[in-house]
């Protein structure tokens, strides 16, 4: 079992940046990529980022390229998104997700994912 745990979230205006982490514990011997979707009242939960855990290799959704960025520390354990130039349009509730299953898989089909934090809400005012 994996547990992840997010932090980070909160409330910042129009062009502010947040940093969002998100702990990692537990069999973490298997663990084969790391990404944050997000999802908004009302809409489907959506891919944001992703990040490969052996090679450091990340992918990311277009809404947020070029603004946000994944990293991970392997000795803490944890992933971080820093998010820049946020807008409005960012505002949802960001996951962390784990996928612990090797074989190909899409990274923005939520399916692909075996664990899910509770969720941390990110909030931008205009």
């Known amino acids: 079992q994996v547990q992840l745990v997010e932090s980070g979230g909160g409330l910042v205006q129009a062009g502010g940046s947040l940093r969002l982490s998100c702990a990692v514990s537990?069999?973490?011997?298997?663990?084969?990529?790391m990404a944050w979707f997000r999802q908004a009242p009302g809409k489907e939960r959506e891919f944001v980022a992703l990040?490969?855990?052996?090679?450091?290799?990340?992918y990311y959704a277009d809404s947020v390229k070029g603004r946000f960025a994944i990293s991970r520390d392997n000795a803490k354990i944890t992933v971080d998104l820093q998010m820049n130039s946020l807008q409005p349009e960012d505002t949802a509730v960001y996951y962390c997700?784990?996928?612990?299953?090797?074989?190909?898989?899409?990274?923005?089909?939520?399916?692909?994912?075996?664990?899910w934090g509770q969720g941390t809400q990110v909030t931008v005012s205009s």
């Open positions: 537990g069999d973490t011997f298997n663990n084969i990529a």
């Open positions: 997700a784990a996928r612990g299953r090797p074989g190909s898989y899409v990274v923005g089909n939520v399916k692909a994912y075996d664990y």
């Open positions: 990040i490969n855990w052996s090679s450091g290799s990340a």
